[in-house]
């Protein structure tokens, strides 16, 4: 069974931030949170990842709850190009140890 | 990061046929694996592809229904044996780069449709 949680679908106005919410309450304290998009027809890419402190790249940032229960990925200014299905995946951070996807939410952006 | 190419992109094959799908990564990995992404569904792992050794199967999976191979650090097969409607997926290739980042990278996809 997938360790995540995640709403099921969302949408959101083009310019606007996403905010893309998971819980993981069950996470172990080496997993790490990834965060992998598919857009339609497209193999899985790689967003971002965090152990406990807040991250950002070019793409998006990511907030973990201090209690790493739970964490948002956040798109600053969506575009329809954003529209995907996201997934937030916990994983430990090692040689060997494969994604295991759950179902992801499908962020629909419109104009 | 690394490059991946999957051979075919797309087929369309009649039941009780197989089909061998080629991975192809442009620089040295550590890890391999193989996903399949059945109509409207999540991706489900089907395997891990060693080199130079029998592949490790998911809960599911079978090697007589699934052989994989993987002669070397960049490239790998998998092949869907006698197949039927319901291998109707996208398989996908995907693989852990040598480094430090562990980072997971997929390729394209293999879209198959078997009539």
């Known amino acids: 069974d997938a360790k995540t949680t995640q709403p099921t679908s969302m949408d959101c106005a083009e310019g606007r931030a996403a905010n893309l919410p998971c819980n993981h309450s069950t996470i172990s304290g080496n997993e790490y949170v990834y965060w992998y998009r598919q857009i339609h027809s497209q193999g899985p890419q790689y967003i971002i990842h965090?152990?406990?402190n807040n991250e950002t790249n070019e793409m998006a940032s990511l907030i973990i709850t201090e209690d790493r229960k739970s964490s948002t990925l956040i798109l600053p200014h969506a575009t329809l190009r954003d529209t995907a299905v996201y997934y937030c995946?916990?994983?430990?951070?090692?040689?060997?140890?494969?994604?295991?996807f759950g179902k992801g939410t499908t962020l629909s952006v419109s104009s | 990061s690394a490059v991946i190419s999957q051979k075919p992109s797309r087929d369309i094959c009649q039941r009780g046929t197989s089909l061998t799908i080629q991975c192809q990564v442009d620089?040295?990995?550590?890890?391999m694996f193989w996903y399949r992404q059945q109509p409207g569904q999540s991706l489900t792992l089907i395997a891990t592809?060693?080199?130079?050794?029998?592949?490790?199967?998911e809960s599911g999976f079978v090697i007589d229904k699934f052989p994989i191979s993987r002669p070397n650090l960049t490239f790998s097969t998998l092949t869907v044996s006698n197949m039927s409607p319901e291998d109707s997926s996208i398989y996908l290739c995907?693989?852990?780069?040598?480094?430090?980042?562990?980072?997971?990278?997929f390729g394209p996809g293999t879209r198959l449709t078997v009539t």
């Open positions: 592809a060693n080199q130079g050794s029998e592949a490790t199967y």
């Open positions: 995907s693989v852990i780069p040598a480094g430090p980042s562990y980072e997971q990278y």
């Open positions: 965090g152990l406990k």
């Open positions: 995946i916990v994983r430990v951070r090692q040689a060997g140890t494969a994604l295991i």
């Open positions: 620089s040295q990995v550590t890890m």
